[in-house]
DNA sequence: CCTTATTATGCTCATGTGGAGTATAATAAG
DNA sequence: CTTATTATACTCCACATGAGCATAATAAGG
């Protein structure tokens, strides 16, 4: 049969003449202090990685290995991203073909151990422009949206400029279109696109132009990119959030994280008439008058939820 | 710096003592006679793939060289779906890692070739239960319920007992659950877990209790599973039907469509009102009077709206 | 020609959800 | 005792969604 023959086929030649290899590459995201946080390895800002060997038994399994050794973390909840596989995107030539299999981590920051390499820098670090908490950042007002307005002026004929201007309009919610936040990976791909970072200017002469946020290594800001849109995306339909928060903690904090998530501020009150009306949490009985003000009811996440219903989730 | 000589050990090693191969599979859909259908390869139904080498410039450009050349079939929408690198689920013991980069693809099926080994089969003949347009197939009821419930009584105790009679009643809809027709690879992977499904039992002496469907080839089953709940999730937020549409068709012709991959039956004056006002479609001003009473407006999908709305969908 | 079956299409109505505002309660700090 | 801050309850409205009834236009059969 053709397709038998086609796979054993593919199996005598399998470790002979493809020299692939598979990278583990994972974006591992906390909250703390109201601000989204992801572990990055060394100061070329590299994310935890590894290539995948035998001896894993698994791909996640393979990853929590490599991330447990440069970070000393060990990983809870875990979800793969995307595979990549761009040659032109990792920044050298080699003739070597690398696939990257990235995944999302969720943890909290204080089961963290210390070590030398590794920081927990704020996500917005790399992405200004993904911050509207306090409104619209004046970076994109006063440098993003000029430049990305000159870049689609700049195409070869007026179909493509007002092609170029609709995507940036759509992505980045400039004239009437709405901010999305979950288009984060998109908003990059355009910067990418218009040689407004870094990483697209590998091997080319810099034109100076580069918008604000620092460059990753290969391209691993893509990949956190990718883990963001993922991630803020999904905690509008599964109870993602409460991997990220202590066991005991008020809806306002909860608020917070989703807002610090999200890089929107939400309706106070509508934000906790969702949560209690899906039953996401219940009260320990405790307050917290950390704040100053009226104390607030401490809750916990209602774990039974998990069985109850796959879906649900915050805003 | 740690994470350099990390990656640099990795490039050291590459192509020398991981063995690893790559192969990309494709599920291939599109929509006949109000079936959904899917390209399969040989009688042993395989989904069309091959191994990722060199030679391709992409993961998707090596896709679409091999369903090509299995099929004749040149590929249009394409999106990934998962990668999967589980030893224990393709159903040969070798010592080398097979990693499986899956992808969806849409099609029309009057572009089709000829070509003897390749056949169109309705994902229904694979996932039986799937299909409820008429109603709850007799096979769930009669069948699939018995048991599944059954293999939850057979657990150790009581607790487990109880966690698997609710994991069933979500995935399936039992009690007073709702039917979720997005859930369809959970179905399936409970019915693998349940031992169920043929692919469960390689290796193993057959229990004969299987649950009527056929195999597929390796792991290939539960990659379609993953490919129909995508694209039952994603019909609803972005206009992707419109792939598996002629040029010109009614709104009847489009809601059996949409039913025929959702596998449930949908209120027509709803959908009419939900695809008119999105603006999805434009008149084309003529009739159709194929079916026999009143003749219907032809329409056709407004291309315009993947510029204007990334999101937008049907129901 | 008239009835019946079938499909297309327009309109209504109840319900629920989500965005946004107002009002009140309970605390800390000056 | 005032002010600032936070928590919490309640209301209102626009809009989407599920479900039904009514009417229009055709083919097929008597």
Redesign the interface.
């Known amino acids: ?4 023959a ?2 054993t086929g ?2 005598e ?3 002979k ?7 583990l590459i994972a974006v591992v995201v906390a909250v703390a202090d109201q601000e989204p946080r992801v572990l990055t ?4 800002n ?1 994310l935890p ?6 001896g894993h038994r ?2 996640q399994f393979g990853l929590r290995t490599w991330v447990e050794q ?1 970070t000393g973390h060990r990983l809870g909840y875990i979800e ?1 991203l ?2 990549f ?2 040659r032109d995107r990792i920044g050298d030539e ?6 990257s ?1 990235s995944y999302l981590a969720l943890a909290r920051m204080d089961q963290v151990a210390g070590s ?2 590794r920081a927990w820098r704020s996500w917005y670090d790399f992405f200004p422009w993904e911050d509207r908490r306090a409104g619209i950042p004046l970076l994109v007002t006063e440098i993003l949206q000029p430049r990305l307005l000159a870049w689609a002026s700049g195409a070869v004929d007026a179909t493509f400029c007002g ?1 170029r201007r ?2 940036a309009a ?1 992505a980045f919610g400039f004239d009437d279109h709405d901010w999305n936040e979950e ?1 984060c990976l ?1 908003r990059y791909e355009l910067l990418y696109e218009a040689g407004l970072v870094e990483e697209a200017m590998r091997g080319r002469e810099a034109n100076g132009a580069l918008i604000p946020g620092p460059a990753m ?1 290969a391209d691993h800001r893509r990949i956190l990119a990718t883990g963001i849109a993922r991630l803020r995306s999904k905690i509008k339909y599964r109870p993602v959030v409460f991997e990220l928060m202590p066991p005991v903690f008020t809806l306002l904090q909860l608020q917070r994280t989703v807002e610090a998530l999200a890089g929107v501020t939400v309706h106070k009150q509508n934000f906790r008439r969702l949560i209690e009306q899906q039953d996401l949490v219940e009260e320990t009985g405790q307050m917290s008058s950390d704040t100053g003000g009226r104390p607030a009811k401490l809750f916990r996440f209602r774990h039974a939820v998990l ?4 879906s649900a989730g915050t805003k």
């Open positions: 049969m053709q397709d038998n086609t796979r593919k199996r030649r399998a470790g003449d493809h020299d692939v290899s598979v990278d390895i060394g100061e070329a590299g990685s590894g290539p995948f060997e035998l698994s791909l440069q793969q995307y595979t596989a761009d080699r003739q070597e073909r690398v696939i299999i030398p390499k092609e609709r995507r759509i288009f998109q290594i069985d109850e219903r796959p």
